[in-house]
């Protein structure tokens, strides 16, 4: 019996480590690839922000606007810090994008860990969340907040499913008790800092998840206890009052849509009913493919974009399958994390869907800058299939957890879930096959993206003979060259950037 004990406690320090390491090496792969990839030089959304705020970045007057909250003003901080000791470099701040995607990684492991989430799963997590499907965020340094972002809801939806988790049980020590107020004060907290500091556009999706899970959650404690419980009441509260002060701060915000048609939804139905549908299950696809190496894989094939079309059937068939085992098994009461990540990756393909149908043009759902949002759904896919799987395996030696069995015969229930795991299996494996492959590509191009980006440089360093046309479309930006040329001069006055020599 000793040795079998010693055995184990062998076997789980060998998973902790597991756990901890791979978002490590996950976060320096990603920084490998900018390196192998990137250059340090100016383009596309730069050119704004450089005429928007500097060089005086310590000017309040372009900080204490009516639309603050929508410029996510822990940028404000950075730039300060970028300017002062970096020269303006975008190389720091793609780095900082990939800190902050590794720090959410770490808050995915660490769930996983809690969760003892299996081993062949853990790894497909892994694999999908530091895929490079999203190099067009990793590669442009003005998303580096977005990581920061995302890192952030995280770790509060974690934080409330280990909260919810511990608030059926009715004995907790002083030092739980300790740790659940702690927790609990983070959780009225942490939507302030996150909508107001560093959410921007983003905070939609994440206080709707919010607002709906703790509603639901509201739901299945009045049914236990038959009250409410008005902490969850405050919880929501402290999301919406937030959420209230960025709308009313984005009222005051400018948006401009290049390439916009400017027709209205009905005739754009009118036109082309099948628009929505295509642009959904396309950008369902991304998930499995990226955009670019399907586009390229399609091309090849001269089929048409059936294979795109099946490969989002896949994954919507996944959103489908993940959500009915949530329900049916009632995992939700195990662990409602999951269920909140399947909800926010549904709402980030509906929201992408809302905001950049006025293009017309399906393939949009396709972009990588987008892949950030859509691959939430994905792991709160895989999670949920973990659980189920892990659940299946307790059940068989008789140990499964007494919510999941309850109604419902044993036998049962573990018969359909041969079929069941068959099936999560079957779209698991699509899913990594699909991403490792992006990966794969994305790495092969990437000494090509750096060449892009030398050429860049060049253009940069030579812009006052540069023509217009050349200089608009190499550095991607399509407002205007005389905001271009102001926006170099910045930085050729200031010694910054490709101009500073180092």
């Given at each position: 019996?000793?040795?079998?004990?010693?055995?184990?406690?062998?076997?789980?320090?060998?998973?902790?480590?597991?756990?901890?390491?791979?978002?490590?090496?996950?976060?320096?792969?990603?920084?490998?690839?900018?390196?192998?990839?990137?250059?340090?030089?100016?383009?596309?959304?730069?050119?704004?922000?450089?005429?928007?705020?500097?060089?005086?970045?310590?000017?309040?007057?372009?900080?204490?606007?009516?639309?603050?909250?929508?410029?996510?003003?822990?940028?404000?901080i950075e730039r300060i810090?970028?300017?002062?000791?970096?020269?303006?470099?975008?190389?720091?701040?793609?780095?900082?994008?990939?800190?902050?995607?590794?720090?959410?990684?770490?808050?995915?492991?660490?769930?996983?860990?809690?969760?003892?989430?299996?081993?062949?799963?853990?790894?497909?997590?892994?694999?999908?969340?530091?895929?490079?499907?999203?190099?067009?965020?990793?590669?442009?340094?003005?998303?580096?907040?977005?990581?920061?972002?995302?890192?952030?809801?995280?770790?509060?939806?974690?934080?409330?499913?280990?909260?919810?988790?511990?608030?059926?049980?009715?004995?907790?020590?002083?030092?739980?008790?300790?740790?659940?107020?702690?927790?609990?004060?983070?959780?009225?907290?942490?939507?302030?800092?996150?909508?107001?500091?560093?959410?921007?556009?983003?905070?939609?999706?994440?206080?709707?998840?919010?607002?709906?899970?703790?509603?639901?959650?509201?739901?299945?404690?009045?049914?236990?206890?038959?009250?409410?419980?008005?902490?969850?009441?405050?919880?929501?509260?402290?999301?919406?009052?937030?959420?209230?002060?960025?709308?009313?701060?984005?009222?005051?915000?400018?948006?401009?849509?290049?390439?916009?048609?400017?027709?209205?939804?009905?005739?754009?139905?009118g036109d082309n009913f099948?628009?929505?549908?295509?642009?959904?299950?396309?950008?369902?696809?991304?998930?499995?493919?990226?955009?670019?190496?399907?586009?390229?894989?399609?091309?090849?094939?001269?089929?048409?974009?059936?294979?795109?079309?099946?490969?989002?059937?896949?994954?919507?068939?996944?959103?489908?399958?993940?959500?009915?085992?949530?329900?049916?098994?009632?995992?939700?009461?195990?662990?409602?994390?999951?269920?909140?990540?399947?909800?926010?990756?549904?709402?980030?393909?509906?929201?992408?869907?809302?905001?950049?149908?006025?293009?017309?043009?399906?393939?949009?759902?396709?972009?990588s800058r987008y892949a950030?949002?859509?691959?939430?759904?994905?792991?709160?896919?895989?999670?949920?299939?973990?659980?189920?799987?892990?659940?299946?395996?307790?059940?068989?030696?008789?140990?499964?957890?007494?919510?999941?069995?309850?109604?419902?015969?044993?036998?049962?229930?573990?018969?359909?879930?041969?079929?069941?795991?068959?099936?999560?299996?079957?779209?698991?494996?699509?899913?990594?096959?699909?991403?490792?492959?992006?990966?794969?590509?994305?790495?092969?191009?990437?000494?090509?993206?750096?060449?892009?980006?030398?050429?860049?440089?060049?253009?940069?360093?030579?812009?006052?003979?540069?023509?217009?046309?050349?200089?608009?479309?190499?550095?991607?930006?399509?407002?205007?060259?005389?905001?271009?040329?102001?926006?170099?001069?910045?930085?050729?006055?200031?010694?910054?950037?490709?101009?500073?020599?180092?």
């Open positions: 019996m000793e040795h079998y004990t010693n055995r184990n406690k062998k076997e789980l320090k060998r998973k902790n480590c597991l756990y901890c390491l791979l978002p490590a090496v996950g976060t320096v792969f990603c920084l490998a690839y900018i390196l192998a990839a990137t250059r340090d030089v100016v383009y596309s959304d730069y050119i704004r922000l450089i005429n928007s705020y500097l060089p005086d970045v310590w000017n309040p007057d372009k900080f204490f606007v009516a639309d603050i909250v929508t410029r996510m003003p822990v940028n404000f810090i970028n300017v002062t000791f970096f020269d303006y470099s975008t190389t720091f701040e793609m780095v900082l994008g990939v800190l902050c995607l590794g720090a959410a990684g770490l808050v995915l492991a660490a769930y996983c860990r809690e969760r003892q989430v299996g081993v062949v799963w853990y790894l497909m997590l892994m694999a999908v969340f530091f895929s490079l499907n999203k190099w067009e965020m990793l590669t442009n340094g003005t998303g580096w907040c977005h990581f920061l972002a995302f890192a952030g809801f995280y770790y509060h939806y974690v934080l409330w499913d280990r909260v919810w988790k511990r608030q059926e049980k009715k004995l907790m020590t002083l030092e739980k008790r300790k740790q659940d107020q702690r927790e609990r004060r983070l959780l009225m907290l942490l939507p302030w800092l996150i909508i107001l500091g560093t959410a921007g556009p983003y905070c939609g999706a994440y206080a709707a998840v919010l607002i709906l899970t703790y509603g639901f959650c509201l739901l299945i404690e009045w049914k236990r206890t038959k009250q409410a419980d008005r902490r969850i009441l405050c919880y929501m509260g402290n999301v919406l009052a937030p959420m209230c002060l960025y709308l009313v701060s984005s009222s005051f915000a400018v948006s401009e849509h290049a390439g916009a048609t400017g027709r209205s939804i009905s005739q754009v139905m099948m628009l929505f549908p295509k642009f959904i299950l396309k950008s369902l696809s991304s998930m499995v493919v990226g955009s670019e190496p399907m586009l390229d894989f399609l091309a090849k094939l001269d089929k048409g974009m059936a294979l795109c079309y099946l490969a989002g059937a896949v994954v919507l068939a996944g959103y489908g399958l993940a959500l009915w085992m949530q329900m049916k098994r009632k995992l939700y009461r195990v662990s409602v994390f999951p269920l909140m990540l399947l909800l926010w990756g549904g709402l980030n393909h509906l929201l992408v869907l809302a905001a950049r149908w006025i293009f017309e043009n399906s393939d949009y759902g396709m972009s950030l949002q859509y691959q939430v759904g994905i792991l709160g896919m895989l999670l949920t299939f973990a659980l189920v799987w892990k659940l299946r395996r307790e059940g068989r030696r008789s140990t499964a957890k007494p919510e999941i069995r309850q109604k419902t015969g044993r036998s049962a229930v573990w018969s359909v879930s041969r079929l069941e795991m068959a099936a999560a299996i079957v779209i698991s494996a699509v899913i990594l096959c699909g991403n490792v492959y992006t990966t794969c590509k994305e790495v092969e191009k990437a000494p090509n993206r750096r060449q892009y980006a030398a050429e860049v440089e060049q253009v940069l360093l030579n812009y006052r003979e540069t023509d217009d046309e050349v200089l608009e479309k190499q550095l991607q930006y399509h407002k205007g060259t005389d905001k271009i040329r102001r926006a170099l001069q910045i930085l050729e006055e200031q010694n910054w950037n490709v101009y500073g020599g180092n």
